[in-house]
């Protein structure tokens, strides 16, 4: 009995994902193909894999059990060719991130260009999302968060920068009408713009000063998803919409050019920039430990 490696990969891929459809959309490959090669898995070790419905696709008990061997073994495998990839005078392959949209827009703009210009035989694909995800399991090398979510078992590597602030602001025009807060519990009476998550929780707005800490959960005028729609937030605060709070270096340039007005400056709450992080395995792939060692170059990191 002898079954295909890719046919394996294909049915160790599906299972990940929970579906033909995840599985292509995270590897880049037909939903068609990966249900050709799990059929033919299934055909030629004689016994079914995969129970599928219109709404799920789950592992047999076979299937289980197939995973449970075959997850270590092809990770050992990929490590044994990475360890033939690190003999090349330049690391090559894919690296691929799964990362937030605040990581993609203001963290990997200063980096990724001069990382693949240090290593034009590596490609990055960045997958920006805000739900909080096995990196392994969605098959991605690494991944960016911040450390209150960090995976446990993961090696977290500071990138970016070191301190962060949440910045509260408004359209001049805006505050000219309704007032300026003193006070975030002001807040309550404004109108705000707030973001939800993909968990369905809405943002909950937190301030602090010296000692004080507030939490603030104030009446919606525009509610965005995380991630995808806050350039819509942003332009609903530039027109005057209502106050809005997001990340300050996201906020800047607007602020620097007048179009923005910080509200409750004095309270805008700190807290630390995002981690990258990945498996602690003892095989790190070849465009991985590249990266890796390029950002500890890059923040002068022994």
């Known amino acids: 009995m002898k079954a295909d490696l890719a046919d394996l990969q294909a049915f160790l891929a599906v299972a990940r994902a929970g579906g033909f459809r995840e599985a292509a959309r995270v590897g880049g490959a037909s939903a068609s193909g990966l249900s050709e090669a799990v059929r033919r898995l299934e055909a030629e070790l004689g016994v079914r894999l995969l129970n599928r419905t219109t709404r799920s696709v789950v592992p047999t008990e076979a299937g289980r059990g197939l995973i449970e061997r075959l997850d270590p073994a092809l990770r050992e495998v990929e490590g044994a060719l990475d360890v033939v990839n690190g003999y ?173 007005e910080p509200v409750l400056e004095d309270w805008w709450p700190r807290f630390s920039g995002p981690f990258l992080y990945y498996p602690g395995r003892r095989l790190v792939p070849a465009p991985l430990r590249a990266f890796v060692d390029f950002i500890k170059a890059m923040n002068k990191i022994p």
């Open 88 to 260: 090349r005078d330049r690391p090559a392959g894919t690296l691929k991130l799964n990362v937030p949209t605040s990581a993609a827009r203001l963290v990997l703009p200063g980096i990724v260009p001069a990382f693949l210009a240090a290593y034009p035989d590596i490609r990055v694909e960045i997958v920006a999302e805000e739900s909080f995800v096995d990196v392994i399991a969605a098959g991605c090398d690494a991944g960016i968060r911040y450390d209150e979510r960090l995976e446990q078992d993961m090696i977290a590597l500071p990138i970016g920068p070191r301190t962060q602030r949440f910045a509260a602001v408004a359209a001049p025009a805006y505050l000219d009408r309704h007032g300026r807060p003193e006070h975030p519990r002001d807040l309550l009476e404004h109108r705000c713009i707030l973001g939800r998550f993909p968990s369905g929780a809405l943002t909950v707005w937190e301030f602090e000063k010296g000692e004080a800490t507030l939490r603030i959960e104030p009446q919606a005028a525009l509610i965005v998803a995380i991630g995808g729609a806050v350039d819509l937030a942003v332009e609903a605060a530039l027109a005057g919409t209502g106050v809005y709070c997001l990340f300050e270096d996201w906020l800047r340039p607007h602020i620097d050019a007048g179009r923005l």
